[in-house]
């Protein structure tokens, strides 16, 4: 078997970023692209293993199924194969969605892997592609590994490739295929009480589960259909294409309006969610009833005790920085910890290894717990329905249960996307720096508190700097209202300025007021505390959740 070795020149735009390296398709199409990232996060995850006195043996690849990702898969394999990996684990269409990598990855005892998605970027050949760097323990490298790797992929001079086909490869007994729909729905079947969600769906309950034509909608046949019997009509999108139908995998306000808008009409059905590209976000929908990701976390945290792989309930709960503080209040009664960690999952992944916590989620619609490493949009539909079968109660009844007890923390993210960067990096260069903030006064609203938020990984130790900024303001009232800012990290043209705002209410009377609408003058007291409109050019964001 010959195998080659390839020159090859660096590309200077590696850096990797909140999950990984995301790009246009057509710039990873380039020749040697792919090849020169793969090759450095080889080398640089192979070095680290072997000071820890090991070296890479197995892997596991697959991706979303966008444009490019089975051709990625393929030539990846003939890479690490040809760097001496002994064990490559794939699904023959290169096809798998991002839990399940994080699952085999544990269950196999593997050394990691390489997920080829740019999650909730738009797909095909005029959309985006990406890798994330995964390690042994199913989720993203630390930070120390990403930023070596970054700086490597300036140096690259060469990669090894093993010369075979495509059908070689399959042949080949270091290649083990595997089936990652079947598998996943097993371990799902071990977590959950499947009997008492099928009794909920014998007494009428109904349901639609979108998977906007990304990697998940297979499982969710196979789970919420074969295994659970959600009748056939519930499910939509579930047809994985390479360019996901031109829709934007992002499942929230902007991008799966239309499922929200169908939950608004008589038509509505009991719960109704979507899922992003690579299935690790969801959102949730009750009848006529959105609810944002930091409360669903914070409603899973206080009811996780319903479902049997918890029965102990939640022993910590982590979330980041900018999501709402929800799970606070939920913590204080449950008398346990919650962490706030930066953005990127793999902050959580520490404190999961170390039972710190059970229970993670964030803003994005991102939630999970330690049966895995990454979050996990089918777990958390499966911890609804089995919440909502053990308690009888809705998604808006359980809501409402929580906002009674601990107050609503009325909470929005918003984000200008594709903005100018010169711009954007003005305004985060003022957010950080400017020392004037404190004291300021925007109508009857008063900067009582401004931080740079940094991070000091309380079990490995690890520091990370400049992970946002916060503000805390005193409305007239004398409420506080708490307000985070940073620049996205999985963005691919321009920049991308993530907004975070939350105010804690306690009178019942505003608790169905609609969030955007609560909160509408503090977003432009938010505009004019940080000169938004001026450095950005925009009016307005282009997506509020
Ligand atoms: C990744 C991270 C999340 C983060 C999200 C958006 O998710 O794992 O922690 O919230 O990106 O990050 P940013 O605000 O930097 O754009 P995913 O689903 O995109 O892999």
């Not at 010959?2 to 995301?22: E, H, S, V």
């Not at 955007?516 to 001026?534: G, Q």
Request: hydrophobic share 35%; glycine share 8%.
């Amino acid at each position: 078997m010959a195998l080659l070795k390839i020159k090859t020149t660096p590309f200077d735009d590696q850096k990797m970023g909140t999950a990984g390296l995301r790009k246009r398709t057509k710039i990873y199409m380039q020749e040697n692209y792919l090849e020169n990232f793969i090759q450095t996060a080889f080398d640089v995850r192979n070095e680290d293993t072997i000071e820890s006195g090991n070296s890479i043996k197995s892997i596991v690849l697959g991706g979303d199924g966008r444009s490019f990702c089975k051709e990625a898969v393929y030539k990846s394999a003939k890479i690490l194969l040809a760097n001496g990996v002994e064990k490559i684990y794939m699904p023959k269409d290169g096809l798998i969605f991002t839990p399940a990598h994080s699952y085999y990855t544990i269950k196999l005892k593997t050394d990691g892997g390489f997920i080829f998605s740019a999650s909730h970027n738009p797909g095909g050949l005029g959309g985006d592609f990406g890798v994330k760097v995964n390690s042994g323990l199913g989720g993203g490298v630390l930070n120390h590994i990403s930023d070596e790797i970054s700086k490597r992929t300036l140096t690259i001079k060469e990669y090894l490739i093993e010369d075979i086909s495509d059908e070689e490869l399959l042949m080949d007994s270091r290649v083990e295929i595997i089936d990652p729909i079947s598998d996943y729905a097993d371990y799902m079947e071990e977590l959950f009480d499947f009997n008492s969600i099928r009794e909920l769906i014998k007494g009428g309950f109904n349901a639609i589960f979108d998977g906007m034509n990304a990697s998940s909608g297979e499982y969710l046949k196979e789970i919420f259909g074969n295994r659970l019997g959600f009748p056939e009509e519930s499910f939509q999108n579930c047809i994985p294409m390479e360019d996901f139908g031109g829709k934007h995998p992002e499942p929230n306000l902007i991008y799966a309006k239309y499922l929200y808008d169908f939950q608004m009409t008589e038509k509505a059905v009991d719960f109704a969610c979507a899922f992003d590209g690579d299935g690790d976000r969801n959102m949730v929908l009750g009848k006529g009833f959105f609810i944002n990701s930091s409360d669903a976390l914070a409603i899973l945290a206080r009811h996780i005790h319903l479902i049997p792989a918890y029965k102990d309930g939640c022993i910590g709960v982590a979330r980041t920085m900018p999501t709402s503080s929800a799970c606070d209040f939920v913590a204080k009664e449950l008398n346990i910890e919650s962490y706030q960690t930066p953005t990127g999952w793999r902050y959580f992944e520490r404190l999961l290894d170390s039972n710190k916590i059970n229970i993670c989620g964030e803003e994005s619609f991102g939630t999970s717990s330690n049966h895995i490493r990454e979050k996990d949009g089918v777990w958390a539909v499966l911890s609804w329905l089995n919440i909502i079968a053990k308690t009888g109660k809705s998604i808006e009844e359980l809501a409402k249960d929580m906002w009674n007890t601990h107050g609503r923390v009325f909470y929005s993210q918003y984000s200008y996307e594709e903005i100018e960067k010169d711009g954007a990096n003005k305004l985060i260069d003022r957010a950080f720096n400017f020392d004037g903030f404190v004291g300021m006064k925007i109508d009857e609203y008063k900067v009582v508190s401004h931080e740079i938020f940094n991070y000091k990984d309380p079990v490995s130790g690890e520091e990370a700097k400049n992970q946002g900024v916060q503000f805390i303001l005193n409305d007239k009232d004398g409420k506080n209202v708490r307000v985070f800012t940073r620049l996205s990290g999985t963005g691919t043209v321009g920049a991308t300025l993530r907004m975070y705002v939350e105010k804690h209410e306690t009178d019942v009377n505003k608790f169905n007021i609609f969030h955007t609408e609560y909160l509408n003058e503090v977003f432009e007291i938010v505009d004019r505390l940080l000169k938004i409109s001026e450095f950005t050019g925009r009016k307005k964001a282009d997506v509020y959740n």
